[in-house]
């Protein structure tokens, strides 16, 4: 009988765990590795190329960065800060020199 008790609460212990476990966050970008350097090219398909397309140089969902009348600030910035309904802020992923190195892949852009 004492088998039957653990059985019957088994469903129970194990719907609570679960709905106590906390829920899993998508985990901040560690594009840095430990030698300094920074794959731009690839961190900008995997993080950015969704909406900059063809590597920033065609106009996707966002702008096209190639050739991008902008200043180096305002793209710091909006990198950075984002744009409310259109562009998320990465000001909590990277760092200030790693928003550097990708304005600098921006300006380096050239047709494919």
């Given at each position: 009988?004492?088998?039957?008790?653990?059985?019957?609460?088994?469903?129970?212990?194990?719907?609570?765990?679960?709905l106590?476990?906390?829920?899993?966050?998508?985990?901040?970008?560690?594009?840095?590795?430990?030698?300094?350097?920074?794959?731009?090219?690839?961190?900008?398909?995997?993080?950015?190329?969704?909406?900059?397309s063809?590597?920033?140089?065609?106009?996707?969902?966002?702008?096209?960065?190639?050739?991008?009348?902008?200043?180096?600030?305002?793209?710091?910035?909006?990198?950075?800060?984002?744009?409310?309904?259109?562009?998320?802020?990465f000001?909590?992923?990277?760092?200030?020199?790693?928003?550097?190195?990708?304005?600098?892949?921006?300006?380096?852009?050239?047709?494919?």
């Amino acid at each position: 009988m004492h088998a039957k008790k653990i059985t019957a609460l088994l469903p129970v212990v194990l719907g609570a765990s679960l709905l106590s476990a906390a829920p899993a966050r998508a985990q901040a970008a560690t594009p840095e590795p430990d030698n300094g350097t920074l794959d731009v090219e690839q961190l900008f398909a995997g993080t950015c190329g969704f909406c900059h397309s063809d590597g920033g140089r065609a106009v996707g969902k966002g702008p096209q960065l190639m050739n991008s009348p902008r200043d180096d600030d305002f793209l710091r910035n909006r990198i950075a800060g984002g744009k409310e309904g259109a562009m998320p802020a990465f000001g909590g992923s990277f760092t200030g020199p790693q928003i550097d190195q990708i304005v600098k892949y921006i300006r380096a852009l050239k047709p494919r």
